[in-house]
């Protein structure tokens, strides 16, 4: 059973369009991560969030955090193809629960 | 200068077998982790060692033991093996414990038990 739950769990993307994968999680945490998997490679981490509101940005990707409706956002402005990756939220409950990870395909 | 390495990186073996999969860091953390990624990509913990003490230890058949010899090494030990037991296994490191120490994650052994 999933605490954290994401969605879309797959996402095909047109480049130059603007898109959205939400996480929600089920725990009073104030703790929210965002990490890239690329096939067949290892976890890198994006996004440490630690507070309520927190927002923070890296090139085209943007992550935010809501704890009171318990959710984090990763927007992602005018896709490339270079963003094509599985993308996983975990919460921080004195350890790392992941969410099912978003795959996400840019194409031309 | 890999910060987090695995070995090996991919293992291939028959059920009932014992094998093991060692990790090094080499960021100076004090905290150690072991994930399994099974073939939906589910990511979930199974231990954490802290200055080589267990601090998580997750709902893991006991056939699964870790074993950490000193703050930079942490590795599993797995007797027994099992079909099921067939997964990506990855390592990760963190300087502390808290929800602000950002984990550095392994290669990863991709392990096939037939």
């Known amino acids: 059973e999933l605490k954290v739950e994401q969605n879309p769990l797959f996402l095909s993307m047109q480049e130059g369009k603007n898109y959205t994968i939400y996480c929600n999680y089920s725990?009073?945490?104030?703790?929210l991560y965002w990490y890239r998997q690329d096939p067949g490679k290892s976890l890198e981490s994006l996004f440490v969030?630690?507070?309520?509101?927190a927002v923070k940005q890296e090139g085209r990707l943007m992550a935010s955090l809501d704890t009171k409706a318990r959710l984090s956002t990763l927007h992602i402005t005018a896709a490339v193809h270079d963003l094509s990756a599985t993308y996983f939220c975990?919460?921080?409950?004195?350890?790392?629960?992941f969410g099912a990870g978003t795959t996400v395909t840019v194409r031309a | 200068d890999t910060a987090v390495s695995q070995t090996p990186k991919y293992l291939v073996t028959q059920m009932g077998n014992d094998k093991s999969i060692k990790c090094e860091q080499n960021l100076g953390h004090d905290t150690m982790y072991w994930y399994k990624q099974d073939s939906k990509k589910f990511l979930k913990i199974m231990f954490s060692y802290n200055n080589k003490e267990l601090i998580i230890n997750e709902t893991v058949p006991n056939r699964f033991s870790p074993k950490s010899p000193d703050k930079a090494h942490l590795n599993l030990h797995i007797n027994s093996l099992e079909l099921g037991d067939s997964a990506v296994y990855f390592c990760?490191?963190?300087?502390?414990?808290?929800?602000?120490?950002?984990?550095?994650f392994g290669p990863g052994t991709r392990l096939t038990v037939t």
């Open positions: 969030l630690l507070s309520n509101g």
């Open positions: 975990a919460e921080w409950d004195y350890k790392l629960s």
């Open positions: 725990t009073t945490s104030d703790r």
């Open positions: 990760a490191s963190s300087q502390g414990q808290g929800a602000s120490s950002k984990q550095y």
